[in-house]
């Protein structure tokens, strides 16, 4: 079982900057992907980025410029770093884990934070 809990989130400008963390508990998870999602009220949960174990990185496309992935592997913990925010990142923002390869879809995330969230405001 892992647990993840997320940090970071908050009120910013347009064109601001948050780190978001997640700290990973309860197993290691030096081989799991690590991934944010973020979703808005009435709209599906959409997949923002996802690191492996290696560090291999994917971005959605709505953020590909402007937000980074990072892990720590000694501290369990994956960061996401999102640079000249747009009104449009408002949202709460979850962090997952998986075994395997990179994916993009929901579902095929085993475990889940509480999520965090994120406004940007105009």
């Known amino acids: 079982q892992v647990s993840l809990v997320e940090s970071g989130g908050g009120l910013v400008q347009v064109g601001g900057s948050l780190r978001l963390s997640c700290a990973a508990s309860?197993?290691?998870?030096?081989?799991?992907?690590m991934g944010w999602f973020r979703q808005v009220p009435g709209k599906e949960r959409e997949f923002v980025a996802a690191?492996?174990?290696?560090?291999?990185?994917a971005y959605g496309d709505s953020v590909k410029g402007r937000f980074t992935i990072s892990r720590d592997n000694a501290k369990n913990t994956v960061y996401l770093q999102m640079n000249s925010l747009k009104p449009e990142d408002t949202a709460v923002y979850y962090c997952?884990?998986?075994?395997?390869?990179?994916?993009?879809?929901?579902?095929?995330?085993?475990?889940w934070g509480q999520g965090t969230q994120v406004t940007v405001s105009s």
């Open positions: 309860g197993r290691t998870v030096s081989t799991a992907v």
């Open positions: 997952a884990a998986r075994e395997g390869a990179i994916v993009t879809s929901t579902i095929r995330y085993d475990y």
């Open positions: 690191v492996n174990w290696s560090s291999i990185r």
